[in-house]
Nanobody, 123 residues
Framework: QVQLVESGGGLVQAGGSLRLSCTYS????????????MGWFRQAPGKERELVAT????????SYADSAKGRFIISRDNSENTVDLQMNSLKPADTGVYYC????????????WGQGTQVTVPS
């Protein structure tokens, strides 16, 4: 079983920055961290979970939601088994629980999820 643990959430004023980190801690399937495409999702209060950013297993391709483009940067370090999300120019609409997720190569969806970390940007 894969375990993903997020950290770095908290309360930050509008216009501030926050860096989230997700650590891959176990994979009993025999795969390594680099076997997975990774993504960051968020769920705002009363709304469905939405995709924020993704990065492929080999770091070559990244993608962002329109709301995150130009402000957020996703990165990964396969030697450290981590994927980070640097969030800049934060605004109240960014408030929500942020989840790290892993998609095995060849899968069409994300299979493993972290517990989530709260990000709050007050109005």
């Amino acid at each position: 079983q894969v375990q993903l643990v997020e950290s770095g959430g908290g309360l930050v004023q509008a216009g501030g920055s926050l860096r989230l980190s997700c650590t891959y801690s176990r994979d009993t399937s025999g795969n390594t961290f680099s076997s997975y495409d990774m993504g960051w999702f968020r769920q705002a209060p009363g709304k469905e979970r939405e995709l924020v950013a993704t990065v492929t297993w080999d770091t070559i391709t990244t993608s962002y939601a329109d709301s995150a483009k130009g402000r957020f940067i996703i990165s990964r370090d396969n030697s450290e088994n981590t994927v980070d999300l640097q969030m800049n120019s934060l605004k109240p609409a960014d408030t929500g629980v942020y989840y790290c997720a892993a998609s095995p190569r060849g899968w069409a969806s994300y299979k493993y999820w972290g517990q989530g970390t709260q990000v709050t940007v007050p109005s």
